[in-house]
């Protein structure tokens, strides 16, 4: 499981990934590591700056990811790695709420972590591609007080331009992190128990879960 700080770093590098500009400066001949660079300078400013965001205001934070982070984010991608083999067999109802109780779960990790949200910095290594390539590992690293974390995404390039679908921090990516939590909980109750957990860790009050 990953630590408060972790998340704290996590949270504000992700958020950073999309939030505050418009969809048409997304260019989608712009490479997946300068919108990381570029998208995440600006908004780890405007994060530092918004005290209402970092006090963990769950509601201005949904409005929020629905509205910047969830249209650059295949969610549907993350959510049916995390659920696993299970997300096969579950009806179009089920995929929906996990898909609805899983972001409002991160939601509430963000929310949390947001408030930790300090001095910090995130510098991005260029990404080596080639001619065609369409999945890629953006690697940066997260400067403030302590150690430098390292914070790498995944992005997949689709018609409309760079998604994310998966990231990892300091060697923990959080798709694989959920999926082992998720089985044992699809194992024990099923689809619809999962469901019901997530809803109800979804409700808690917001912290690094």
């Known amino acids: 499981m990953m630590n408060r700080r972790m998340w704290s770093m996590a949270a504000g590098a992700l958020l950073a990934l999309n939030l505050g500009l418009p969809a048409a400066v997304h260019a989608a001949d712009e490479g997946p590591d300068l919108l990381v660079k570029r998208v995440s300078t600006d908004v780890l400013e405007t994060i530092k700056k918004d005290a209402t965001l970092r006090t ?18 295949d969610f549907r991608r993350m959510t049916s790695a995390a659920v696993g083999p299970a997300w096969r067999k579950a009806t179009p109802e089920q995929r929906q709420r996990l898909q609805d109780e899983f972001k409002s779960l991160l939601i509430r990790t963000y929310a949390g972590a947001l408030s930790q949200v300090g001095d910090q910095t995130i510098s991005v290594k260029p990404v080596r591609m080639a001619a065609g390539d ?15 974390v390292q914070l790498d995404f995944r992005l997949e390039k689709q018609a409309d331009g ?22 044992q909980e699809i194992n024990a109750n099923g689809i619809d128990g999962l469901i019901k957990t997530l809803a109800s860790r979804s409700s808690m009050p917001a912290k690094a879960q």
């Not at 963990?56 to 984010?73: E, F, H, Q």
């Open 56 to 73: 963990g205001d769950t509601s201005r934070l949904n409005a929020l990811v629905n509205d910047k982070v969830m249209p650059y984010v």
């Open 134 to 148: 369409t999945d890629v590992l953006v690697r940066t690293q997260v400067n403030g007080r302590g150690e430098p």
């Open 162 to 183: 760079w998604k994310l679908y998966n990231f990892n921090v300091l060697g923990v990516w959080l798709v694989e992190t959920y999926r082992n939590q998720f089985a």
